[in-house]
């Protein structure tokens, strides 16, 4: 049985920023196909792990997030699970309901957040680049 690789500090932010920037207000701009892919295929197996308590246990562990920017972080995986494989899990729905309105405008703030604890400098090195 093959280990898995932990990821890196900087992978783990990398990852969770990732996920963060594809979702948020931007995302009803997007066609219906490419939501349907982007967000409810691709993005969709990415966020309960980017989003993870283990994840944001490690970037507050090495002070890259707060606990406010994790409770933040744990309340939009919340609302997204509670949506994942619903009746609104659908572009129709991310562009039209206030679940989903609340979601994006949620991902926007946590966003917003972290670009007012770090500069654009801090966030590259933060991300080892």
Do not use: C
């Amino acid at each position: 049985m093959k280990k898995l690789k932990r990821l890196t500090t900087e992978q783990s932010f990398e990852y969770y920023l990732s996920s963060l920037n594809m979702l948020g207000m931007h995302t009803t701009n997007l066609s219906d196909e490419e939501l349907e892919y982007k967000i409810f295929e691709e993005w969709a197996i990415d966020y309960p792990a980017a989003l993870s308590q283990y994840t944001r246990e490690v970037l507050i562990d090495n002070d890259i997030i707060d606990r406010d920017l994790s409770l933040l972080s744990k309340q939009l995986q919340t609302k997204l699970f509670e949506l994942d494989g619903g009746v609104l899990w659908n572009a129709k729905a991310l562009k039209t309901t206030p679940e989903w309105k609340e979601v994006l405008r949620l991902s926007d703030e946590i966003k917003e957040l972290i670009h007012q604890k770090w500069t654009d400098e801090e966030l590259a090195y933060l991300l080892g680049k």
